[in-house]
């Protein structure tokens, strides 16, 4: 009898607009070791791709070698599980359809595995975080815009096509604010960074009573989410407005898909019970009456740091093995 070595290590890859960060994480989820470049290092996507892999390289040989590395899993937004291609990506320097899994494995020699922010996030809660045990939930990602991932009866529900959890361009106000995907009135331009601090420059304008608000230069929804703590009305109701539209969108999405919980991550979501209160109380005057009361509001554990490099590990190990190292 042969006993095969089984190989307990994957890379994880987190390409960010600013900084892309390579990482060896083991079949618990430790992050063993890492190291980042910026994203920025070349227009030339043939160059990037050169770059990831030098570091990849470098990090395996520093960590053991070839020898305990299974695959590799790679977190990027507008990225397309289904074609392993980064897809029209708006804020990356490179433009059309990028085949970054078969470029990465011609140049690795290992299996790898491509998934958008909120796909790998999703599995990374199922194996690692608070959607452990769970098989019907849905992930919200919240930050510069907003993603979601369906997660339905243990598996991801990626659609026909791969684009499937779009939460973020669903209507949310007929003839509301321009949206980056070309549309007017998308959920997320209500939800994210912009779409809150938009929302405060209409409060700050329809109501005129004072507020410390009004002598901050540079307004981003931390600094509103803090005064709301401190009981300030204006960003109450900056606040009050942003829960009430997110919440109107969850309970649309949730009568449709039913999820035991909803888990929100990214940076937005850290605003705390400011926005959170009030999107649950408008969740729940919304949704299908037979769900009102029973879908768990989550907050993730993990920090954003650590978020995309797990969901990543878990995307290399659901990739068929392939390696040159054996």
């Not at 042969?2 to 892309?20: A, G, H, M, P, Q």
């Not at 990028?98 to 470029?103: E, R």
């Not at 299996?111 to 098989?135: D, F, I, P, T, W």
């Not at 990626?158 to 499937?164: E, K, P, R, S, V």
């Amino acid at each position: 009898m042969t006993i095969e070595n089984v190989k307990r290590r994957v890379v994880s890859v987190d390409i960010r607009v600013d900084e892309t960060t390579v990482a060896i994480v083991d079949v618990r989820g430790n992050i063993i070791s890492k190291s980042s470049f910026p994203t920025g290092v070349s227009s030339n996507v043939g160059d990037y791709v050169a770059m990831l892999s030098n570091k990849i390289v470098e990090l395996v040989e520093a960590n053991g070698g070839y020898e305990s590395i299974r695959s590799v899993g790679v977190c990027c937004k507008s990225s397309n599980y289904l074609t392993g291609c980064i897809e029209n990506a708006a804020n990356l320097p490179w433009k059309g359809n990028i085949p970054l899994t078969a470029m990465l494995r011609d140049r690795l020699g290992m299996a790898v595995s491509l998934g958008n922010n909120a796909h790998a996030r999703a599995l990374g809660e199922k194996a690692y975080g608070v959607a452990h045990g769970m098989n019907n939930f849905i992930l919200i990602t919240l930050g510069g815009g907003m993603g979601s991932c369906i997660y339905s009866n243990g598996l991801v529900h990626l659609g026909f096509n791969g684009f499937a959890g779009e939460i973020g361009h669903t209507l949310a106000k007929a003839g509301g604010r321009q949206c980056g995907c070309g549309n007017n009135g998308c959920l997320e331009t209500y939800t994210s960074d912009k779409g809150i601090v938009l929302t405060a420059h209409e409060v700050l304008s329809e109501i005129r009573e004072p507020s410390p608000l009004r002598q901050v230069e540079n307004l981003t929804p931390a600094i509103i989410a803090t005064f709301c703590e401190r009981g300030d009305a204006l960003a109450t109701e900056i606040m009050r407005r942003t829960g009430h539209i997110l919440g109107i969108g969850l309970a649309n999405y949730a009568s449709v898909v039913n999820p035991e919980a909803i888990i929100f991550t990214g940076r937005i979501s850290r605003l705390g019970s400011c926005l959170l209160d009030p999107a649950y109380e408008s969740f729940n005057e919304h949704v299908f009456h037979n769900a009102e009361g029973k879908i768990k509001f989550l907050l993730s554990d993990f920090d954003d740091s650590e978020a995309n490099l797990l969901g990543a590990s878990v995307l290399a190990w659901t990739v068929k093995e392939y390696s040159l190292f054996r």
